[in-house]
């Protein structure tokens, strides 16, 4: 099964967050390596456990890689995790309708338009999202920090939430699954610090490109 049904097949809004989480590590992983995912996150396959769930596993010979030049590549690791976050946020978004497969939007016009806040603001509004996932997109587009889920929900659930509404501990599913993976997310923020300056520039120039094709 790839990514993109795996998605699909979510029993409820934390099931979903479980595995966003999951593409979330690996990502990881493969950003610890200096390289960089170079085909669809969406046709990525798992490896089912079909009695345990939570031990799904991405099979790492699925995903296509490259080694990350800044001189030679015109992809970095921020935008493969703004690329995740707009699967997310579509994903989300089709929680609970039957309507068919759900339409994933990973082109680069729809990732430039999340980082305007009231574009992002109509996508964030379903009650499905939790919300430190909503706090963790209003902080990768709008403020442009870039960085991965589960270090972000992690560090929220070692703050204690901070005064949201729904707070992160270790009794949730949320909280178990970010738990379990505490040692590999610890310190791979340092990772993306340079080329998330990449995937900046990288949005910015689809937003000038875009305001020209208006102005024609």
């Known amino acids: ?34 390289k960089f995912i170079s085909s669809s996150l969406l046709d990525a396959y798992i490896i089912r456990d079909e009695e345990n769930p939570k031990n799904d596993k991405i099979d790492p010979s699925s995903i296509a890689v ?84 589960s270090s972000y929900l992690q560090e929220k659930m070692a703050a204690g939430g901070k005064g949201n509404v729904r707070v992160l501990n270790y009794s949730t599913p949320e909280g178990r699954a970010i738990a379990n993976n505490q040692e590999q997310t610890n310190g791979f923020a340092s990772i993306i610090s340079i080329p998330a300056v990449l995937a900046i520039v990288y949005i910015l120039s689809m937003l000038v490109i875009m305001a020209l094709k208006l102005f024609k």
Do not use: C
């Not at 990514?3 to 593409?23: A, C, P, R």
């Not at 995740?84 to 016009?109: C, K, M, V």
């Open 66 to 149: 490259d080694v990350f030049d800044p001189e030679k590549n015109d992809k970095d690791f921020g935008q493969d995790i703004m690329e995740l976050a707009a699967i997310g946020i579509s994903a989300y978004n089709r929680f609970g309708e039957d309507q068919g497969f759900p339409t994933y939007y990973t082109n680069p016009s729809f990732i430039a338009n999340l980082t305007n806040i009231e574009e992002l603001e109509q996508y964030l509004r379903t009650p499905n999202m939790p919300d430190e996932v909503k706090d963790y997109y209003r902080n990768l587009f709008t403020l442009l920090n870039i960085g991965y889920m």
């Open 1 to 34: 099964m790839n990514y993109g049904d795996y998605l699909f097949e979510q029993e409820d809004e934390i099931s979903l967050t479980d595995k966003l989480l999951l593409m979330d590590r690996a990502l990881m992983q493969v950003h610890s390596e200096n």
